[in-house]
């Protein structure tokens, strides 16, 4: 059998179907079919059976520890249970578990698998639109008022987003480069970073932190039907509702009808429950945290930095103009 390492990269999806097809066998469902979905962070594919459609997720120990993904699965079934929201809950196996762990020569090391309800739509990227933004507010406020009564109990291990790079090491304010990072931008990034970085800790100081999504990315919300679904809880972290819309906020920050798209999102969450903002400053700031581990990620993973600091640097200085 050939090494996983020497496999096209079609011949590692056919290698991580078959694991998924084997794993499977452990879930009470009948397979009808599968189709390969993505790669991006970890292999999915979705799976059609007799009782359901279904995604196959696979823990991808370079981007998260395994803790990360047992967290995950906890939180979910505790936000499908209590929320109301369409969340891609998650479907335990004849043993009552989670997680799959499914050994096989065919991958260089256990693969951990999990199996979750398939959210039907489209991302909501394709539909940008303050209406859209409103729903997007409403399940926001949703789920952080269905996080305040998690207890994750003993072994519940995940990120803590109370600091600037929370994720992986920082690079992009230490990192002697001058091509990379030229005096300008890197004295930029670190004014933002100091900045971003008084902010978070004003938020976290004296509060009871929440789990968070992390990543209210439009691609990470399908629409169907009008209504809203969340996935990919991956990046879960402990938080902030102030983060949380952070993050969701940094991601229509330069549309063109950005106010509105704001004004949107605000009113969806008023309905359930109060605007955590005081101040629109705090908001840019926690938008702009975003925009900081984004620069400093694709320094770390050398995903085409030249190419998006530039844009990094031009986007962060027009919000700390804005402050």
Known sequence: ?????????????????????????????????????????KPVFRVDTDSGRYAVKFHNP??????????????????????GLDVETPLRNRSGKLVTVARTPMLPEPAHVAVCHWVSGRALADFISVPAYRNLGRCAA????????FRPGKNFDILVNDRVFYWDKETILSLDDKKLLPKRRQDLFRKGAELVGREIECTWKNRRPIVIHND????????????????????????????????????IRFEKNYSRLLGGLRAGYE???????????RLELLAAARLLMFANYVINYNIKPSK??????????AILEAL
């Open 1 to 41: 059998m050939k090494q996983f390492s020497e496999l096209t990269e079609r011949g590692k999806v056919l290698r991580y179907r078959s694991v998924a097809l084997q794993a499977l066998e452990s879930y009470p469902v009948r397979v009808k079919s599968m189709r390969f979905v993505s790669s991006g962070s």
């Open 62 to 83: 370079l981007e998260h520890k395994l803790p990360q993904m047992m967290g995950e699965l906890r939180f979910l079934s505790h936000i499908s249970r209590v929320s």
């Open 142 to 149: 949703k789920l952080h008022r269905a996080a305040r009564s």
């Open 216 to 251: 209210l990315h439009p691609c990470n919300i399908k629409v169907h039907r009008g209504a809203l679904s969340i996935f990919d809880f991956e990046d879960i972290t402990w938080g902030f509702p102030e983060q949380d819309i952070g993050t969701a906020v940094y991601h």
């Open 271 to 281: 309905q359930v429950l109060p605007w955590p903002f005081r101040s629109p400053r």
């Open 308 to 317: 998006y600091l530039r844009i990094f640097e031009r986007k962060l200085g």
